[in-house]
């Protein structure tokens, strides 16, 4: 597709449940991101993927979180057990990284907002 | 992880008035990105600068990346009302290819 497609656009589950997120990058990006972006705020880190493998996870919050891209193009955000806590607004973001000292460009989707009841 | 930490967070002003906002960080960075985002969407970059000391702009907007390639700044001049939004400043780091975001400074251009 042209841009970053996330969905579900707008997610309301109850507490406890369990929710996938899904992104669908820029044709022929390497490089893929999710950020989480509370009301107000900038957007706050959670994982990174170069290619299938997840180069950087450190800001997964804690296990509940977990992220995956198999083939190495769409990633689904998968969140266990959801809590009050997890609602925000969960951004995914696309580069076409040919440096690898310095981040590229970053190309986001509209995100998926997530209310937890 | 490296902090940025952006002021102001709120910004209101008139149509036609100059604006400055910060981004400040303990840590040095490889490049920092400016982006900008409105209401229901994804931020959008606005430029990146990897230099110490270098300055771009791009029409009415300065962007700036201290010496240090610790801090910067974006000048807006003669704002308009289709500036509002929030700004992000993105830091990256010297090894690898994650950024870190600041809290953003949400500004309103008042017609």
């Known amino acids: 597709g042209a841009g970053v497609s996330q969905t579900p656009s707008n997610k309301v589950t109850e507490k406890g449940k369990y929710v996938e997120l899904r992104c669908d990058p820029i044709?022929?990006?390497?490089?893929l991101y999710w950020y989480r972006q509370s009301l107000g705020q900038g957007p706050e880190f959670l994982i990174y993927?170069?290619?299938?493998?997840?180069?950087?996870d450190s800001g997964l919050p804690n296990d509940r979180f977990f992220a995956v891209r198999p083939e190495g193009s769409v990633s689904t955000l998968k969140i266990q057990r959801t809590e009050r806590g997890d609602s925000a607004v969960y951004l995914c973001?696309?580069?076409?990284?040919?440096?690898?000292?310095?981040?590229?460009?970053?190309?986001f989707g509209e995100g998926s907002r997530l209310t937890v009841l | 992880t490296q902090l940025l930490e952006q002021s102001p967070q709120f910004l209101s002003i008139q149509e036609g008035e100059n604006l400055t906002v910060y981004c400040n960080s303990s840590?040095?960075?490889?490049?920092l990105q400016w982006y900008r985002q409105e209401p229901g969407e994804g931020p959008v970059l606005l430029v990146t600068?990897?230099?110490?000391?270098e300055v771009k702009k791009l029409k009415r907007l300065t962007f700036q990346f201290g010496d240090a390639r610790k801090d910067s700044s974006l000048h807006i001049t003669a704002a308009q009302p289709g500036d509002t939004g929030l700004y992000l400043c993105a830091g990256g780091e010297n090894a690898g290819n994650m950024l870190t975001f600041g809290g953003g400074t949400r500004l309103m251009v008042k017609p």
């Open positions: 600068v990897v230099t110490g000391g």
């Open positions: 993927f170069q290619g299938t493998g997840a180069a950087d």
């Open positions: 973001a696309s580069s076409l990284t040919r440096d690898r000292v310095r981040a590229g460009e970053l190309f």
């Open positions: 840590s040095v960075f490889s490049s």
């Open positions: 044709s022929g990006h390497t490089a």
